[in-house]
């Protein structure tokens, strides 16, 4: 039977996954270098694998290093969750609402919800994790969030998922640009434009794709990036144009980029999502609905 595995190790492991070296892991600890560099030794020894690569006095972490720091990280997510309940137990307080959301909903939209849900619920706290869909979908079934915004393509085991009216996509100009004079942008009016597209792993650029192929066009795509909110930065900069959703737009570069309504419509999806082992907590579906008014008087 194999041993435990000593949570210091694990410790360590985090502090240098979180600050890049033996050393600045160690000030985070407070101990010293060679007291962590023997913590991440054992550790290696005990998982069998070889979690950084070293080259003298700097490290990197390995691949397999990386896929356990996502497990590490949420067992710490849920220790936090511990100590902030019991906090909120102390204080007689009225509650923390624990919420994950895509990145796109969090930077731009999210902020603008969480000061009209708090302006008349002072006692309430929030904390906001942000990661993709499929995560968010794997924190919520296991209770480590109270309520999450994301994409569910399909039926998910252990969550209870209440979609949210559909947002179309749009298409985000540089004020100064020549489409935005346009009232609405075709696909073919973006023929040859210097374009701002969002990465391979999107689904959004996915439907994107389709759309300019349908219509046969070619666009002049020197720019990728992951997120729709570093695309609004590129497109405020004057790089070129992007398709986003219509969330990110809200705060990002909104004094330098138009956005103008796309054809053919590309829907952007995703739905409000409960744990579905336990009752929703009173102050989460609060939340939910509020979320899904202000969609609705934003978005029609």
Not at 66 to 81: P, T
Not at 109 to 125: M, N, T, W
Not at 161 to 174: K, M, N, S
Not at 212 to 229: F, G
């Amino acid at each position: 039977m194999a041993r435990p595995i000593n949570p210091r190790q694990i410790e360590a492991f985090r502090a240098v996954i979180l600050t890049g070296s033996m050393t600045a892991g160690g000030e985070m600890l407070h101990i010293s270098q060679p007291a962590i560099s023997r913590l991440i030794r054992a550790l290696e020894t005990d998982l069998e694998l070889e979690l950084f690569e070293r080259n003298g006095a700097h490290i990197t972490p390995t691949n397999e290093a990386l896929i356990l720091y996502q497990d590490v990280e949420r067992l710490f997510v849920g220790g936090e969750r511990i100590r902030e309940a019991a906090a909120a137990i102390r204080n007689r307080s009225a509650g923390t609402l624990r919420i994950a959301a895509m990145p796109n909903i969090s930077l731009g939209y999210f902020p603008k919800i969480v000061q009209e849900f708090l302006a008349d619920r002072p006692g309430i706290s929030i904390v906001l994790h942000s990661d993709s869909s499929v995560n968010i979908i794997d924190l919520v079934a296991k209770n480590q969030v109270n309520l999450g915004l994301a994409y569910v393509p399909t039926e998910q085991p252990g969550v209870d998922v209440r979609a949210l009216p559909i947002a179309d996509a749009v298409c985000a100009v540089p004020r100064n640009h020549p489409l935005a004079e346009l009232p609405v942008i075709h696909a073919t009016d973006l023929e040859g434009a210097d374009f701002i597209t969002l990465g391979q792993s999107s689904l959004l650029h996915m439907h994107i794709a389709a759309a300019l192929q349908s219509a046969n066009v070619q666009c002049n795509s020197l720019i990728e990036t992951r997120y729709a909110s570093t695309a609004c930065a590129f497109v405020a900069r004057g790089l070129g144009v992007a398709i986003v959703d219509p969330f990110v737009v809200a705060e990002v570069g909104k004094d330098e980029v138009v956005t103008k309504p796309f054809r053919p419509r590309i829907p952007y999806e995703f739905s409000l999502i409960y744990p579905q082992r336990r009752p929703n907590s009173g102050i989460a579906s609060e939340f939910g609905e509020t979320f899904r008014r202000a969609m609705e008087r934003d978005f029609g």
